[in-house]
């Protein structure tokens, strides 16, 4: 095939239960501070020194900087949004939140520094066949265009249904859609042999809930769902690598060429959109809201 090599039908459908399974913890949590702070703080506590330590191991395909810096860091997110959530008066207090927009901000630098570090790589490294080439620098770049697209920074509030949701009314759909061509680019430049489930899977099982179950909340959905997968993948990195179900990168020149294209593009469009509302709005996007005009903005505003 022309991105990944054979799909059998039981990899197949083996996404799709990875795409629900993600989709479900995602809800249980949302729904349970309590069941957060189990899912999210005591677990990793326990594997991080009963499990990871034997699994994330050099030469393996989870045992690099980056993969530790990933969960450590989607996880300190999860427990900085619930602290938003549910500290009283966390959520009033401005600087607290900077953080959201803050630590996505890290997380993309992360992956757009690890792009370019994959530039200058060819042949089996970290456990996978690599391919670097231009395809890297183009989708780093395309990251550096997600972080400055990011808007409304200080918009950001908790709903007042019995979820206690963090909502951002200025990250809509263009902007996720962006980043999801981005992200799965960079899982595919540089973790090519996970991009089945880490990329398309693991973006789809956010986007869902963002566009169809919580507008407003796709930055919680997707630090959960990021937390679950990277737990779930350091305990097991067989399942993406030589498990029945694993689905290898055709490793493709020109595959790894147009997810990249498709992502800067994208990334492109969008900075240019929101250049084009700030002149017309005369609006600092780091201060203020860029997108009040548009109906998604408003549908997820009505939840103040």
């Not at 501070?33 to 677990?43: D, E």
Request: hydrophobic share 55%; net charge positive.
């Amino acid at each position: 095939m022309f991105f990944f090599e054979q799909i059998p039908w039981y990899s197949a459908l083996m996404w799709f239960a990875v795409v629900a399974g993600l989709m479900l913890v995602n809800e249980l949590t949302r729904a349970s501070k309590w069941f957060s702070l189990l899912i999210y703080l005591a677990l990793p506590i326990v594997l991080t020194f009963t499990v990871w330590i034997h699994t994330a191991v050099p030469g393996s395909s989870i045992g690099t900087w980056f993969a530790w810096v990933k969960v450590y860091s989607s996880l300190a997110g999860c427990l900085g949004f619930m602290g938003l959530r549910f500290i009283k008066g966390w959520s009033q207090k401005k600087y607290l939140l900077v953080f959201p927009p803050l630590i996505l901000s890290i997380n993309i630098l992360e992956a757009v520094m690890r792009d370019f570090q994959c530039y200058s790589y060819n042949g089996f490294i970290d456990g996978m066949m690599m391919t670097g080439g231009s395809w890297n620098l183009m989708n780093g770049i395309a990251g550096i265009l997600n972080i400055v697209a990011i808007s409304g920074w200080f918009g950001i509030f908790i709903g007042k249904d019995k979820y206690k949701d963090m909502l951002w009314p200025d990250m809509l759909w263009f902007w996720i859609i962006a980043y999801d061509l981005w992200n799965f680019a960079y899982v595919y430049n540089c973790v090519p042999d996970h991009a089945f489930y880490a990329g398309a899977a693991l973006l789809i099982s956010c986007t869902i809930p963002a566009f169809f179950i919580k507008k407003g909340a796709w930055l919680q959905h997707r630090a959960q769902t990021l937390a679950i997968w990277m737990m779930f993948v350091m305990c097991l990195p067989g399942f993406v690598d030589t498990s029945k179900f694993a689905v290898k990168s055709s490793n493709n020149p020109t595959a790894l060429w147009i997810v990249s294209f498709l992502a800067l593009a994208s990334n492109v469009v969008v900075i240019i959109y929101n250049i084009y509302k700030v002149r017309k709005y005369k609006r600092n996007p780091l201060t203020d809201e860029l997108h009040t005009d548009l109906e998604g903005f408003k549908q997820v505003a009505l939840n103040k």
